[in-house]
DNA sequence: GTGTACCGATACGATTCAGTACCGGTACAC
DNA sequence: GTGTACCGGTACTGAATCGTATCGGTACAC
């Protein structure tokens, strides 16, 4: 249940009603995450997943009520910070070491928001948790790392093309299979980097 | 039918074995693109296509055998350069012609390539009809300017910055509703173009 | 031990939708 | 007129899949 982080100290596992361990729960999300990277959100079923996870429907009905609220919970359950503690002292390492690392996880994280690009239209509660998981923390990462450049003076506050940096990197990334067929890799993002934002910045 | 522009000057219509003409034709064409970007591709179904067309399932199954040919013929007839006919001498121009161009068909667009986005992966001739409408024509389009630019010696044919134009424009275009919650405009694309794009090419 | 609460399996009803089949009606060719 | 070929409407089959209900089994609490 999403009640259990509230009463579950390590030994307490023993007075929980649920047996659904938290391991088995991760089986859970694993599992459907993967299955709207695999066939869309739409042709998720709870059948697949119960099959996939060697579960019944019943088990998967009893903790999470309909389906958008079960992929919303993993998706909650995803949620990670990709870049955070990148913190080189300089912004051009900073920016490359945030496109490496998104790099890093392009693929999974974009096949993500492209199977759910068009469900999170019609599902509040799923939006937000796509936009807690994937969304935000990158961008709030990405944020703190252009202010502590703005704040070392290696680029002016107002400057024009600050407000942009996280659209560049999340559009390059997220296009390039539309347009070349294939993931953004660090490698290409990298460059891309090196090419177009830091110039851009003022950062030669 | 697909095979129809082979055989029709516009007196012929008579000699057509089909009723539809083209202006029906064209009605199917924008429901179901209407609804795919309405609903999602999956949720899209032949029985509301033909409901909100007033025309029978019958008739929309004898003229396209299955769901994804259908949709793929929709999208094909619906190919049209965005932004050709852009040319006013001068790179950064065309640029801000393309961004504003680009903008003005963003939401439609936009919507429409979100709705697709997983299903293309799972129907090739969908993909490729997806392609050749939305995507290759403005490709081409963007790198005919860049093209003429590179010829008039206003950027160097190696820049690096050439390359991920095409990817820029378009990544930043598709994630601003994802980041902001709102379609990038024209207004929002021509700043973009003059504040990170320009002076990434070294064209302050 | 005994009881409780959850598990997995399976079966079920309801719904939705792809795609097919059949119908009577009608516009146009000749 | 008569025939042909297509139209729109409706009914149908068959396959998924949602969500519920039922049932026997089992781990743990006490």
Redesign the interface.
Known sequence: MTSQAADGPDTVTATRRSKITPEREREFFDAVLEQVREC????VTMEGVAASTRCSKSTLYRQWKTKPQFVAAALRSARQARFTGIDTGSLADDLRGAARAAGEWSGKDTRL???L???VM?DRELQQALREAL?DPE?AALREILRRGVERGEVAADH??L??V???M???????P??EGEYADPEYLV??V????L??L?LT
């Not at 869309?40 to 042709?43: A, C, F, I, K």
């Not at 999340?170 to 390039?176: A, D, H």
């Open positions: 869309g959100y739409d042709s928001l492209q199977a690009g068009h469900a019609q969304v961008i024009p093309a407000e942009y996280p659209a560049q999340f559009g390059v990334l997220r296009v390039r539309v347009l460059r891309f090196e090419a177009a934002v110039p851009a003022g």
